[in-house]
């Protein structure tokens, strides 16, 4: 029964995902983060959850020292318009297989403003949990594809 | 196979380069118990020994992490590069966690000199997760000076930090309840270093007189143990929290690294031999080992020589 050194996948399988939940700009309201890290919590997943007020260079850190596969943004006011900032910003530090979903109130004409910038899906007022979890599982899952990819996994 | 190790030796040759996305990669390989992960705390087993590790521990809410984000300020201010590693538990039925320690540190979150990790407990009982001496080795490895360790909020009998760490800080604050039951003798045994923290707080005076009247409880050695008092939230006493932190390392180690390394890694091998036994000996369903069992159940044979007897049947032939 000793274990030998062999090595026969390289995959996170089996293991939680890691999300990072957290807002950025100068709104303060958080309940909507807190809501989202719970649901995310009850489905089995690793939430980062930090304060409001954060600053992109910090995402970028937290994003990288937790090695999340989700990063989840909440907006209620502005914030949302230096999202498309913070994604290069991710893409800058090497970040391109962490995925980004947004929740909060988005009005639709900025909406493909944000998509085109790489955001994966958008959750306005009114969100079922079961649809926010499911996506969040589906875009933790396509992250780790890609890690491994970038791994010549 | 040959992928697998030009995977490894890619990701260990960007950890060594001090990449820190291929540290927190690294950390989240072994994390998973990835096979992965064995090759790689292998392979980055030459390059331990330099870090020193701080544990720290206490019941829920006495500051642990408050108290970190003073400590890293402190040691930044001497150069040091920090690394911290914070466990907190995980909910016993989605496995799921919200890892909030870090919250406290948002101060140097941008400092390339401060690197932080939450990890869930992800259901280990003992105050830490499975993987975190495997995590320091990668952490020490990468060239981290210092790496401090917080536990899930303990007090009672969660004394593992004591097998990893090589220094450990027990921290308690008055108002948590019943003070001398918020803090239990079996982790006041492991303390290198104790804390009385919330020393602004009116009861701060009372909480230290229990806990310097319960050291006096312990053997002789360990009246020796300084009892600090600090505010976290002020970065009160931070310094000489640090000093006793480093006298205490000094008096363990002769403040040499090679002893410092060797120590751990036997608390590393004590600790995996433990666990590979247990998993050997609820395995072996033999009839050798049932009969030395119903000795057992009979009053025929203590415990101690049951288990030598159970081990010597099975593993005679390899020990
Ligand atoms: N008055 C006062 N409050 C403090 C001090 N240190 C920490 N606190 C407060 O105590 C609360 C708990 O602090 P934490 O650092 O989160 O405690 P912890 O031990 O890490 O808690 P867990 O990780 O949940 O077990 C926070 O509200 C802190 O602001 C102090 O020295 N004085
Ligand atoms: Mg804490």
Redesign the interface.
């Known amino acids: 029964?000793n274990?030998p050194?062999?090595?026969?996948?390289?995959?996170?399988?089996?293991?939680?995902a890691?999300a990072l939940i957290t807002k950025i700009g100068l709104d303060g309201h958080d309940r909507g983060s807190r809501i989202v890290?719970?649901y995310?919590?009850?489905?089995?997943?690793?939430?980062?959850?930090?304060?409001p007020w954060q600053?992109i260079?910090?995402v970028v850190?937290?994003a990288?020292?937790?090695?999340v596969d989700l990063i989840g943004i909440s907006s209620l006011a502005t914030d949302h318009l230096i999202i498309p900032e913070m994604m290069a910003a991710l893409r800058e530090?090497?970040?391109d297989s962490v995925e980004v979903f947004v929740g909060g109130i988005i009005p639709e004409q900025e909406r493909p403003m944000l998509l085109k910038a790489g955001v994966r899906a958008i959750f306005g007022p009114g969100s079922q949990r079961d649809d926010i979890v499911e996506c969040a599982k589906g875009l933790a899952a396509e992250s780790r594809e890609k890690?491994q990819q970038a791994?010549?996994? | 196979m040959s992928k697998v190790s030009d995977y490894v030796d890619n990701l260990l040759s960007r950890l060594r380069n001090g990449e820190v996305a291929s540290l927190a990669r690294a950390i989240s390989l072994v994390d998973s118990h990835a096979d992965v992960g064995n090759a790689l705390h292998h392979a980055v087993r030459p390059f331990t020994g330099q870090a020193e590790v701080i544990g720290i521990t206490g019941p829920p809410g006495a500051g642990k992490s408050t108290l970190i984000n003073a400590l890293i300020t402190e040691l930044r201010g001497q150069d040091k590069r920090v690394a911290v590693v914070a466990v907190d538990p995980s909910s016993p039925i989605s496995g799921g966690s919200v890892l909030g320690d870090r919250t406290r540190m948002g101060e140097h979150t941008d400092d390339p000199g401060v690197f932080i990790r939450s990890l869930s407990a992800r259901g280990h009982l003992g105050g830490l997760s499975a993987s975190v001496l495997r995590v320091v080795d990668l952490i020490d490895a990468a060239g981290w000076d210092v790496v401090i360790l917080e536990t899930v909020g303990a007090g009672q009998s969660e004394t593992e930090v004591a097998e990893v760490a090589d220094i450990n800080v027990v921290i308690n604050a008055p108002g948590l309840g019943d003070d001398v039951q918020a803090i239990k003798a079996g982790i006041l045994e492991i303390a290198d270093v104790l804390v009385v923290n919330k020393a602004d707080s009116p009861l701060a005076q009372r909480t230290e007189r229990q806990l310097k009247a319960m050291l006096q409880l312990r053997r002789e050695e360990s009246q020796q143990v300084p009892v600090v008092s600090t505010i976290a939230t002020a970065g009160s006493g931070i310094e000489e929290l640090v000093s006793a932190i480093g006298s205490q390392s000094q008096s363990k180690f002769n403040a040499s690294k090679s002893e410092r390394l060797l120590d751990r890694t036997r608390r590393l091998l004590a600790q995996q031999a433990a666990e590979q036994l247990k998993c050997w000996l609820q395995g072996d369903t033999s009839p050798e080992s049932a009969s030395i069992i119903t000795a057992v159940i009979e009053g025929n044979c203590d415990n101690e020589k049951a288990i030598t007897d159970l081990i010597r049947i099975r593993y005679g032939a390899i020990l």
């Open positions: 029964m274990q050194l062999t090595v026969t996948s390289h995959n996170l399988e089996g293991s939680p890691r890290a719970a995310l919590r009850d489905a089995g997943m690793e939430v980062i959850y930090t304060p600053e260079q910090s850190q937290l990288l020292q937790e090695d530090a090497g970040l890690k791994f010549g996994g």
